[in-house]
């Protein structure tokens, strides 16, 4: 394993010309990153267990989905990447053998930490740990609790190989069968049973169910000598295509996520004491070549240790968190309204509780002057205390328009769930566009006060999500602005009625605005900084992929014009290269919460956090997808205390941050700051100190 300090160069790949990193090495890089935080021992004992499993269902969905989506290329014949040129056959033994890497990691932290639990009296027990009232405890539970939902398929000609669905956990045993003949037999480890079975006693003593399932296999197969057994997990493609020209949308995506389920197996992972000939056996009945399987050195499907978090103490986590209030929202009694008409207020997601969004749509739902709520929803679940608000509000006789994107990864099927509750309350539900998919996070409410029709508009650049909200950083914009609303307004029209707005007043949306409108900002700083006029840039995202704008930021640093890029994820772009990018500056903070706010700042010819300075907030990344697939929103923050706590607050804190930040360099490698006398993180400051546009009532205390 690198050093805690310093990944791997899985970006750079020995090639000394590349002006791109590759998008896939350069993720995997990321989820390295991720699972560094799990063999750091400054951090409890379930945290790093908790980044050790998002590390892992990472890389699951990263097979599922891109190592997936390089195998349908090649099926399709192509020989290089569309949008790079790169050699697929290359790229494909790239990604696979840093994949393996990976995995090899995995395991060893894995058992790290299973080392240090057991020093706390946590432990996984193996057969032999077993003593004789185990040994009777577990049959019992096991005939009582496993035994009926597990469904033996013995291997022979009238038993064909049974279908594993994806993800699909099973045990296979080899067996001498009461006249002398060899049996082979594959067991389905359900999903709906706890892998990990915990004995009684005040210590936390686990059996494993693989463990149960061969230990207990006289129950199904009496009579018969077990003689080597094993386990394997498959991951499967989970791409979905839908048809363009589809009438019922909802119709084609209920038979994709079926479908899904029957996608083209992507990976094998054996484990080590499955015999030579199961393994071959596995091969040629799952038909998958030998670089996608991966043979585990400890245990198969590490991401299901997750189910263990659920039975530390509370000493095993970060010290309990709990969101603020905005004062501002208090000094107003909690009336969301009444603080937007006094002065826009911008929330900051998760050290500023959620629960904010949430007001502010459900006394939408009961305000009686409240005409119409329009609202995307992209990421939620149908018991989402939103989708209760506008149920609600839909109930009580208010126009409400949800615009639910049906194409969101993985939560597809929540969300056409959500729909059809939706609509059975009386909502006019619209699926977003065919062919674009609804990234942009807007609330639109109308208001009858007096005589006018009054409108306020939140826009995030987060899921309407109440749990991710919890552990993912983000801004919520709250504002009255008639321009914002009209232009929200205006979005929302475009996302029913098919017709992209001629011109808005404020707002940068994608499609067809916002790579123009980057272009532009980019221009305006390198005509700037050759004018000897303060220049800069300083954005914050979670991947920058487009290679467009990264030849123009190659561009602008030439030109002389300082950049810094805070890129959570993926970054394709190349720093620190003379003549090239020189003056760009990559860092990445990976911590206690995910980095999700995308944040865009021009210099504008003044110095960083001046009055000239432009600020936007906004839902997109800098990657194709976002700028030319998707409806995605950028906003203009224009008030001073929101500029002011995102110049002098925000962007500060991040940039300074030496406890969770890595440096980017131009070989690929990630270096984490390693300087004991300033440690100074940004998210600790940010659960400490209030933000400034929701200290109302005490702001004069703090100034």
């Not at 090649?74 to 994949?99: F, M, N, Q, W």
């Not at 991951?235 to 979905?240: F, K």
């Not at 939408?364 to 509000?393: C, M």
């Amino acid at each position: 394993m690198s050093s805690n300090n310093k990944t791997s160069s899985l970006l750079y790949n020995n090639q000394q010309d590349l002006r791109y990193f590759d998008r896939e090495l350069s993720w995997l890089s990321f989820n390295e990153r991720v699972l560094l935080n799990a063999y750091d021992k400054n951090l409890p004992l379930g945290e790093r267990l908790r980044f050790l499993t998002i590390s892992s269902d990472n890389l699951d969905e990263f097979f599922m989905v891109r190592v997936a989506g390089l195998l349908q290329l090649i099926a399709h014949s192509y020989k290089t990447i569309p949008e790079t040129g790169s050699r697929l056959d290359e790229l494909l033994h790239a990604v696979l053998k840093a994949s393996r890497l990976l995995k090899k990691n995995q395991q060893n932290c894995l058992k790290l930490l299973l080392d240090t639990f057991s020093e706390s009296n946590v432990s996984i027990l193996s057969e032999n740990d077993w003593d004789k009232g185990d040994l009777i405890w577990l049959e019992e539970y096991y005939e009582q609790n496993i035994l009926p939902l597990l469904t033996p398929t013995t291997l022979d000609p009238a038993h064909p190989f049974p279908f594993i669905q994806n993800r699909g956990k099973c045990v296979l045993m080899e067996m001498q069968g009461p006249q002398g003949n060899n049996v082979n037999c594959v067991i389905l480890l359900p999903d709906n049973i706890d892998r990990f079975i915990r004995l009684p006693g005040e210590n936390q003593k686990y059996v494993m169910l693989e463990s149960l399932v061969i230990k207990f296999v006289n129950l199904i197969y009496p009579n018969y000598i077990l003689l080597k057994s094993g386990m394997f997990r498959v991951l499967r493609d989970s791409e979905i295509e839908i048809d363009d020209e589809a009438d019922d949308l909802i119709g084609q995506f209920e038979s994709a996520i079926r479908a899904r389920r029957r996608g083209g197996i992507v990976s094998l992972v054996f484990s080590h004491d499955l015999s030579k000939t199961a393994q071959k056996l596995l091969t040629r009945e799952l038909h998958i070549p030998d670089d996608s399987i991966y043979i585990a050195q400890g245990y198969v499907g590490i991401g299901d240790f997750s189910q263990l978090l659920k039975n530390f103490s509370k000493s095993y986590f970060y010290k309990p968190f709990k969101a603020r209030i905005p004062q501002r929202i208090i000094d107003f009694k909690g009336n969301c309204f009444s603080a937007i008409r006094n002065k826009d207020l911008i929330v900051h997601h998760p050290y500023e509780s959620f629960d904010i969004v949430l007001n502010f749509l459900q006394q939408a739902a009961q305000d009686e002057n409240v005409l119409t709520l329009k609202q995307t929803l992209y990421r939620t679940t149908p018991d989402s205390p939103i989708v209760q608000a506008l149920v609600k509000a839909a109930e009580s006789g208010k126009s409400v328009v949800a615009v639910i994107e049906l194409k969101a990864r993985f939560d597809e099927e929540n969300n056409v769930q959500l729909a059809r509750v939706l609509e059975k309350a009386g909502a006019q539900v619209a699926y977003g566009l065919v062919d674009l998919k609804v990234h942009a996070k807007l609330s639109l409410i109308t208001r009858k006060e007096g005589s006018k029709l009054v409108s306020y508009a939140h826009c995030g650049t987060g899921n309407y999500h109440p749990h991710t909200a919890k552990v993912y950083t983000d801004f919520s914009f709250f504002t009255m602005d008639s321009k914002i609303c009209e232009d929200a307004r205006s979005v929302f029209n475009f996302l029913t009625s098919y017709v992209f707005p001629k011109k808005l007043n404020k707002m940068v949306i994608s499609p067809n605005m916002s790579f123009d409108w980057l272009i532009d900002k980019i221009n305006q700083e390198i005509d700037n900084c050759k004018n000897e006029l303060n220049s800069g840039i300083w954005i914050k995202c979670n991947a920058i992929t487009d290679q467009k704008l990264i030849e123009k930021l190659y561009e602008a640093s030439n030109a002389g014009v300082k950049i810094h890029l805070m890129v959570r994820g993926i970054c394709c772009l190349r720093p620190n290269i003379k003549g090239m990018s020189d003056n760009i500056k990559v860092s990445a903070i990976i911590g206690r919460f995910l980095e999700h706010g995308r944040l865009y700042v021009f210099a504008n010819k003044g110095k960083f956090q001046s009055d000239e300075n432009l600020v936007y907030i906004a839902s997109a990344d800098i990657m194709p997808r976002n700028l030319y697939h998707r409806v995605e929103t950028f906003i203009p923050l224009e008030n001073k205390t929101i500029r002011s706590q995102l110049l002098n607050q925000v962007l500060p804190a991040l940039i300074n941050d030496r406890k969770n930040s890595w440096l980017l360099n131009e070989f690929g490698e990630y270096l984490k700051y390693n300087d004991e006398k300033d440690e100074f993180c940004a998210h600790s400051y940010f659960m400490n100190n209030p933000s400034l546009s929701g200290q109302g009532s005490l702001a004069h205390i703090s100034s």
